[in-house]
């Protein structure tokens, strides 16, 4: 089975704290460890089971568009993937006391961008277990991935990583 690729930025903060908790619950021989920034459709297609941790910063008002430079440029390269038969999961970081309307809305970004390319996007979380008004994220009812907030819940990070990875694993074959 070929390793599971991890992409993630930014590379300091809570995405690249989760992304490195990721690689350990999986082991050095099962994943790696890319930052998107560094990244390129080449890079991407060597793996089928991808995993992406982005984050949301936006503006108050929302008129903007995000900020995050890193992944405006990986956005570019995606349209070169060769997305057929490869499985994605993305877990967003976010803060939902201060930005209870847009929480993890990063995640629905992603998968937006994915969504029309064919990926197989998997992973998706009940809304039932957070405290949130609104969120671009949720696709069907239920959020695109997996969120997490390390600013106001981090003690729920551990046990939320766990069990998705263990749907990842039994569902998906991760
Ligand atoms: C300027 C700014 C804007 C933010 N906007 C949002 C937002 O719209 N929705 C949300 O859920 N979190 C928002 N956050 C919270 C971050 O997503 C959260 O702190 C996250 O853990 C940051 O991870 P990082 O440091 O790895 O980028 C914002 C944070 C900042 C500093």
Known sequence: M???GIFYGPEKGSV????ELIANIFGDDHADLILVKDCDAKIINQYDKIIFGISTIGTSN?????????????????PEV???????AIYGLGDHINYPEHFVD?????????KPLNA?????????????NESEAIVDGKFAGLPLDEDYESEKTEERLTQWI???????GY
């Open 120 to 132: 197989n996007i998997v992973g998706f979380c009940d809304t039932n277990e957070y405290d949130f």
């Open 106 to 114: 990063a995640i629905g970004w992603l998968y937006e961008k994915l």
């Open 2 to 4: 070929g390793k599971i």
């Open 82 to 88: 060769e997305w057929k038969n490869k499985t994605v």
């Open 166 to 172: 263990n749907m990842l694993q039994k569902e998906n």
């Open 16 to 19: 690249g704290k989760v992304a």
């Open 62 to 78: 929302w008129d903007s568009e995000h900020t995050d430079t890193d992944w405006d440029v990986f956005f570019t390269h995606l």
